[in-house]
């Protein structure tokens, strides 16, 4: 099964590792780059003593230049890598066999239909989640000093780092898997797939569905102003860096901040991937459910 399994998806890993040197090429020279300013503008002295308060328009000037237009490229394909690799790999995983009427050959022999089934599975998916974690391994490791100044709570680095990228893959694979199965059809359940993908893509990243679950309220003496007092000062008026700031009103001498603190980063992660995985689960466990009956 290993051996068979290798021979179908070759092609697929194959694009897979080319992908992957490609984003690591652009990741490397990206946070190269990035530590040689981030080191000559004294971006980290300035942390260390005033938590980027003395610094704000060094701050500034080094998330314009790597927040730029030029990073585009690289995000939109980050953002999209998931739902289209995970069409590519999982529609011909049983829509091609049951396109081409292999499959009366394949599960005829001693090893039987839902085994077949599964041992696949779990091939490919342990392929996809080591394509993922390495993905999201390079892409921390580059923007690590740009995470020091800016919010990690929002894309493009939420979706990228933590497990949010590999939970997002799987789920595009298992709604692929399914549409292959139900429609018997290589191309169309690639592009059902992509599309069904998009659903909770855009519930959870576009309209950041588990983003408000965990903010958390502060109050702040307010005195000559409230100076920087603004959901989008520089350092925020948290005072932390990586806290993102929601809403900020006035109470008397006090301001009433609405915020999501920078350490709601890995529950908001559990939570994204969990939502991912939970759909992924449901897709595959009904596609093993249906096997037989689709084939008979």
Known sequence: MIWVTWRQHRSQAIICLGLFCAITIVAVATGAWMRATFSADGLGTCLARSAGAGCPAAISSFVREFNSPGTMPLNIVLFAIPGILGAVVGAPLLGQELERGTWQLAWSQTVPRTRWLLT???LVTGGLVAFGAAVTAVMTWSRAPLDRLTIRLQPPPFNVEGLSFACSLLCGFGLAVLAGLLLRNTIGAMVVGYFAWEVPFLLVTLMNG???????????ACRDGCPGASTNSVPPVTGNLGDLVLDVTRSGNQLVVTYLPASRFWPLQFIEGGMYLAIAAAALGTAVWLLHRRTT
């Not at 588990?210 to 702040?220: E, G, K, N, S, V």
């Open 210 to 220: 588990p983003l408000h679950i965990l903010t958390a309220t502060a109050r702040i």
């Open 120 to 122: 696949k599975l779990a």
